[in-house]
């Protein structure tokens, strides 16, 4: 595909349960950020991979959101027992060369804790 | 840590006029980059226009340019004959120019409405 794809599109689970959101960065893309947009908030930081080198998890918001990029490429966010807090469109974004390169962006998933 | 600020939460514009949408940022350092991404309906976030802090040259991008006044730490967008499908929301952005620099830090954004 030409772009950042993300999946599903959208995700309503009730509290307590597990979630698992998908992104599939441009090919050759070697950097991949996660960000969570809640409502009326600007985007915030979740974590970033680079290559092979250790993942930069400094902006996870607790020890529930895990991250995981396999062979550099498709990377899954987990969130383990949802909160209503946790609801949120989460964006995924990759880039070539950091920091000259944009990021491109996925249409991200939008997460609804019941 | 670096912090970006919109002062303004929500614009509006008639359709060919132009707007301007503000954004202040604060850091120390000297080598950076800046950003307007543009966010519509779609979530999808969309680069409008960069600027390398070490330019002293404005960035243009069509109808799409900014006002970079780096003492200030001032970095305006200005959107000239307005169309309807510039309705979106406009995040500006801050990024380290640092090699260990990656985050992209963003202001709370701009809801922008084109009048018809």
């Known amino acids: 595909g030409a772009g950042v794809s993300q999946s599903p599109s959208n995700k309503v689970t009730e509290k307590g349960k597990d979630v698992e959101l998908r992104c599939d960065p441009i090919s050759g893309h070697t950097a991949l950020y996660w960000y969570r947009q809640s409502l009326g908030q600007g985007l915030e930081f979740l974590i970033y991979?680079?290559?092979?080198?250790?993942?930069?998890k400094s902006g996870l918001p607790s020890d529930r959101f895990s991250a995981e990029r396999t062979g550099g490429s498709v990377s899954t966010l987990t969130i383990q027992r949802t909160q209503q807090e946790d609801s949120a469109v989460y964006l995924c974004a990759s880039s070539l060369s950091i920091p000259r390169g944009p990021l491109h962006f996925g249409n991200g998933t939008r997460l609804t804790v019941t | 840590a670096q912090t970006v600020t919109q002062s303004q939460p929500e614009m509006s514009v008639q359709e060919a006029e132009t707007v301007t949408l503000s954004c202040t940022y604060d850091?120390?350092?000297?080598?950076?980059?800046l950003f307007w991404y543009k966010q519509p309906p779609s979530r999808q976030m969309i680069l409008v226009i960069r600027q390398e802090a070490y330019k002293q040259q404005n960035a243009t991008e069509n109808r799409f340019s900014v006002n970079f006044q780096k003492a200030a730490k001032s970095f305006s967008l200005k959107i000239s004959d307005s169309q309807l499908g510039d309705a979106a929301m406009y995040f500006c952005a801050y990024m380290g120019g640092g090699g260990s620099n990656y985050k992209l830090t963003f202001g709370k954004g701009t809801l922008l409405t084109v009048n018809p």
């Open positions: 850091t120390s350092e000297s080598d950076y980059y």
């Open positions: 991979f680079q290559g092979n080198s250790a993942p930069d």
